[in-house]
């Protein structure tokens, strides 16, 4: 009997067309696997059009809130549809930069030094000495991130806009110099560890997204116990927060430092992209793993009580 996949994709979150482009090419992929593909564009209405569509699996392809924040996995839960990627509480901490931060110190994955604000004092005044990064406690896709560079005399003015809509709560940490790198996880076996360089001034939603704004070098151009250190900590990211299928830890390293000291990880994403221009796709792919070999894994891989 062929599986009935609901590719879930859309909703309504800053990072929307972002998931319809991965929706997009996982529905196709999984076609060509010979499944049975209905393409979900996620409204409120979702726990009712997934309760008339009765899927084998859910295929979770959203990306922010709700798909992302362990929301749209508790309806999943209730509705008895196996699913994919991390369950309800790895979502939900993973989604929490700050608490996620917590958790990652303490089963010893390095982090930057930073303390939440709330946006009226961050647009206040500088929140610590610059450089820093400002960023919202419950974002993706680096939607509503600042950094605060030496030579400026005041924070964001975008903090003081009416229209901000990325929530009253912001990360505020030490600006690492240095590489970005970015380790997915597949299993409980870590992936290649990609070099980001990007086109513009730092690895922003552009850079992510757009046809040439960024370039993946893999593997990564580090020394190799630095390289097999980010495999190791992005296991041991994805363990701490208790993901499941497929997750991706990015990271700073300032190589000045010369070994593993130099390393900071900045957060784990528990849905991470799958568009044309992504970055585990990238790595699969080093790994021999087709795009469609990796997207159907994950609908193997889905199950309840993740």
């Known amino acids: ?10 909703g309504w979150s800053a990072e929307r067309e972002v998931s319809l ?40 392809v959203l990306h922010g809130r709700p798909g ?18 991390s369950g309800v509480l790895a979502s939900a901490l993973a989604m929490d930069k700050a608490q996620a931060r917590i958790t990652l110190a303490a089963a010893g994955v390095p982090v930057a030094a930073g303390r939440t604000v709330s946006r009226a004092e961050a647009a206040a005044g500088h929140v610590m000495e610059p450089p820093y990064v400002l960023k919202p406690i419950c974002e993706g896709s680096s939607f509503g991130v600042f950094i605060v560079r030496e030579d400026q005399a005041h924070p964001p003015q975008e903090l003081h806009r009416d229209d901000w809509s990325f929530g009253e709560l912001l990360l505020a940490e030490r600006f690492i110099p240095g ?5 997915g996880v597949m299993g409980e076996d870590a992936l290649g560890v990609i070099e980001i360089e990007s086109a513009h001034k730092f690895y922003d939603y552009e850079s992510k997204y757009a046809p040439g704004g960024s370039i993946h070098i893999l593997p990564a151009r580090i020394l190799p116990e630095v390289y097999q250190h980010v495999r190791m900590l992005s296991v041991t990211a994805h363990r701490a927060l208790g993901c499941r299928g497929v997750s991706r830890s990015d990271f700073r390293y300032d190589e000045r430092t010369g070994d593993i000291s130099g390393l900071v990880c900045l957060e784990v994403n528990t849905q991470p992209g799958m568009t044309e221009t992504s970055l585990v796709p990238d790595m699969a792919a080093h790994a021999g793993i087709s795009f469609g070999e990796l ?3 994950m609908v193997e891989d889905a199950s309840l009580q993740r």
């Open 179 to 183: 590489l970005e790198l970015t380790c």
């Open 21 to 60: 482009r991965s929706g997009a090419a996982c529905a196709a992929a999984l076609e060509a696997e010979g499944y049975r593909v209905t393409r979900v564009d996620v409204g409120r209405d979702v726990a009712e059009v997934l309760a008339r569509l009765k899927p084998d699996v859910a295929l979770n």
């Open 1 to 10: 009997m062929t599986k009935h996949v609901a590719v879930l994709m859309g």
């Open 68 to 85: 992302e924040d362990g929301t749209i996995q508790g309806i999943l839960e209730i509705l008895r549809i196996p699913y994919s990627h």
């Open 295 to 297: 997207v159907k894994w």
